[in-house]
């Protein structure tokens, strides 16, 4: 199972959105609703930020979102704060009974 | 709340063995299904396993598959990856997660395993 592919950076200044794409096959990401996003800043462990494609966990700001078109999920950060610098990865359950994880975006508050 | 404390990492040979057990808390742990996920230094979240509340249906990533085991006891709320034949290219953070409707939504803080000669 290759890894999902995402940019390896992003940017925006504060208050504006950025958009980050997470791309697969038909045989994960266009298979399945089961696409998930995590925030991660260095040396912690990831947290938990969209599943189901465009569901937020309970303390999730509606600022993040997601969505998917085809092979392709993205996740939206509006309204960019500076706690926002993090890597984000995307995940998907990928049939065949496993999950793949896409590389991982820097994304950076300029 | 819900609480994931991976323990069991260290510095291990190549071709030797670990067990990492992760100690759950804060939710029914005999009703929710849990995975490995691993970060080697610098580089992205790869998924490992997965092991079903059951403790009976269990998956492998290609990675691990015939080195790994993934168990758990509901008894004791506790989660367990054995790791055998284990490579330098196995060094990396072990984290212990929850599973919810396909996504990883509790981490634990992860262990270290350095597999190194």
């Known amino acids: 199972q290759s890894a999902l592919t995402q940019p390896p950076s992003a940017s925006g200044s504060p208050g504006q959105s950025v958009t980050i794409s997470c791309t697969g096959t038909?045989?994960?990401?266009?298979?399945?609703?089961?696409v998930s996003w995590y925030q991660q800043y260095p040396g912690k462990a990831p947290k938990f930020m969209i599943y189901e494609v465009t569901k937020r966990p309970s303390g999730v700001p509606d600022r993040f979102s997601g969505s998917k078109s085809g092979n392709t999920a993205s996740l939206t950060v509006s309204g960019l704060q500076a706690e926002d610098e993090a890597d984000y990865y995307c995940s998907s359950y990928g049939g065949s009974d496993n999950w793949v994880f896409g590389g991982g975006t820097k994304l950076t508050v300029l | 709340q819900v609480q994931l404390v991976e323990s069991g990492g260290g510095l291990v040979q190549p071709g030797g063995a670990l067990r990492l057990s992760c100690a759950a808390s804060?939710?029914?742990?005999?009703?929710?299904?849990m995975h490995w996920v691993r970060q080697a230094p610098g580089k992205g979240l790869e998924w490992l396993a997965f092991?079903?509340?059951?403790?009976?249906?269990?998956h492998y990533g290609e990675s691990v598959k015939g080195r790994f085991i993934i168990s758990r006891d509901n008894s004791k709320n506790t989660l367990d990856l054995h790791m055998n034949s284990l490579r330098i290219e196995d060094t990396a953070v072990y984290y212990c997660?929850?599973?919810?409707?396909?996504?990883?939504?509790?981490w634990g803080r992860g262990t270290l395993v350095t597999v190194s000669s």
């Open positions: 804060g939710f029914t742990f005999n009703r929710n299904n």
């Open positions: 092991i079903g509340w059951d403790t009976t249906t269990k």
């Open positions: 997660v929850k599973d919810l409707d396909w996504g990883f939504d509790y």
């Open positions: 038909s045989s994960d990401v266009g298979g399945y609703n089961h």
